[in-house]
């Protein structure tokens, strides 16, 4: 079990350029993650998707950024027109269970990708 | 809106002594999440807590749960360096499974 895959690790832009964001759940997990995490910072949750399916968009700024997980590949992050604020490691993760289920929702998480805006 | 937080937010320490750290959640939940994070890498989960007064050890490491007081807390037990590392706790919102994060606490521990 590969776990959760994110590319690229490391990704670099200059300011006004596109960052794409790759992330493959873990085999027979359904739904996906999408945390920011800033130097010195804690998680900040941006966006919770399932196959097809944005769940919970709140954390996600309205303008520039956007998510998807379509029914074919991984779950894509996309940050358009990139300012160095962007720079962060972003950080994907999967679970097995959804919207109100009972229990434990374990989260586990991809390795990050770290975006640097010049 | 849910908040997480964690004190405190960095913490240096002696090995072999004791030391915990709170987390503290502003709505109803009963379920309550820690994750360790080393440095440049990614988090691994530690503890689930599902009820009130859960309590899960391993090793030197003791999690518990009180849902009354919207407080957890990650005891460390003779701590050695090797514990060194982030500590983060996270909640879910009841009914969406969005999950919030705190801040995290850098342990340092010093040999």
């Known amino acids: 079990n590969a776990g959760v895959m994110q590319n690229p690790r490391h990704l670099v832009r200059r300011r006004g350029q596109e960052a794409r964001l790759r992330c493959s759940p873990m085999?027979?997990?359904?739904?996906v993650y999408w945390y920011r995490q800033l130097p010195e910072e804690g998680l900040k949750f941006m966006v919770y998707?399932?196959?097809?399916?944005?769940?919970?968009e709140s954390g996600m700024p309205k303008e520039r950024f956007s998510a998807e997980f379509p029914k074919e590949g991984p779950s894509i992050l996309r940050i358009q027109q990139v300012v160095r604020g962007d720079s962060a490691a972003y950080f994907c993760a999967s679970s097995p269970r959804g919207q109100g289920a009972v229990g434990a929702n374990v989260l586990t998480f991809g390795a990050g990708s770290r975006l640097t805006v010049l | 809106e849910l908040k997480v937080e964690q004190n405190p937010l960095f913490l240096s320490m002696q090995e072999g002594k004791n030391y915990t750290i709170y987390c503290n959640y502003s709505t109803t939940s009963d379920r309550l999440y820690w994750y360790r994070q080393d440095p440049g890498k990614s988090l691994e989960s530690l503890f689930v807590?599902?009820?009130?007064?859960a309590v899960k050890q391993e090793g030197r490491l003791m999690a518990s749960l009180d849902t009354k007081a919207r407080l957890s807390t990650l005891h460390i037990t003779a701590a050695v360096h090797d514990l060194s590392a982030t500590y983060f706790c996270a909640v879910d919102q009841n009914r969406d499974d969005k999950i919030i994060f705190g801040k995290g606490t850098r342990l340092h521990i010093l040999p």
């Open positions: 998707l399932q196959k097809e399916n944005i769940i919970d």
């Open positions: 807590l599902l009820s009130n007064g």
């Open positions: 085999k027979g997990h359904s739904h």
